[in-house]
């Protein structure tokens, strides 16, 4: 069965420190894989999205950036945090074009900028 | 463009009872996909329930069904005989053919009553 990895699980980080959150999917190949932002009780805002290795699409300019380096692997990054990066960050998978296949989200890193 | 709309910032029920959660959605494509999630205290998004827009029933999962109403462009979420671990977030979201991108609506939070 498939499994989704996201750590840590909770961050604290004063701002301007970099960050690097990552995320890893089991038991599936060619994945897409997408990064979300949710501020606290609201909505999940699409932050990236990636269709294979080293294909990366980004939906909202800011600082933050990611990457893909192997298959299963998707890491969200910043070279410098800002108060607003705060919130809970969610990785999510799914496969290929079909409409009617579902997401599968991991546990998601509660990140808190100090 | 696409869009999703959830109206219900959040809403109460009593335990054993029904509740509706609505979700109206915006698209110009005919074929779509659409899904409900379940956001716990805890962060998870667990998947509910999947309709897509060529489907001739409403979808049903347990105590979960959709009330898929094409012409109005809507697709609440009905969930019978409310449990107190019901309580949660709930998100609609919606996909199209030919992007890897699914939308989410802002959600709703119910509360169920003892």
């Known amino acids: 069965s498939q499994t989704i990895h996201q750590w840590p699980a909770t961050l604290v980080q004063p701002v301007g420190s970099p960050l690097s959150l990552e995320c890893t999917v089991e038991?599936?190949?060619?994945?897409?894989l997408y990064w979300y932002r949710q501020a606290a009780g609201r909505g999940l805002q699409l932050l990236f999205y990636?269709?294979?290795?080293?294909?990366i699409s980004s939906e909202v300019p800011q600082n933050l950036s990611a990457s893909r380096p192997q298959d299963r692997q998707f890491i969200l990054s910043s070279k410098k945090l800002l108060l607003s990066d705060s919130g809970f960050y969610l990785c999510?998978?799914?496969?290929?074009?079909?409409?009617?296949?579902?997401?599968?989200f991991g546990p998601g890193t509660r990140l808190t900028v100090t | 463009a696409q869009k999703i709309t959830q109206t219900q910032p959040g809403m109460f029920v009593q335990e054993k009872e029904a509740v509706t959660l609505d979700c109206t959605y915006d698209?110009?494509?005919?074929?779509?996909?659409l899904f409900w999630y379940k956001q716990p205290s805890s962060g998870e998004m667990i998947f509910l329930i999947y309709?897509?827009?060529?489907?001739?029933q409403n979808a049903t999962e347990g105590r979960y069904s959709l009330n898929f109403q094409k012409a109005r462009k809507s697709a609440n979420l009905v969930i019978s005989a409310s449990q107190l671990g019901d309580s949660a977030m709930y998100f609609c979201?919606?996909?199209?053919?030919?992007?890897?991108?699914?939308?989410f609506g802002t959600g709703t939070r119910l509360k169920v009553l003892a």
């Open positions: 990636s269709v294979g290795i080293g294909q």
């Open positions: 999510a998978w799914s496969v290929n074009l079909d409409i009617s296949y579902e997401q599968y």
């Open positions: 309709q897509g827009s060529y489907d001739q």
């Open positions: 698209t110009s494509d005919p074929s779509y996909g």
């Open positions: 979201a919606m996909r199209e053919p030919g992007t890897y991108k699914y939308i």
């Open positions: 038991g599936t190949s060619n994945p897409n």
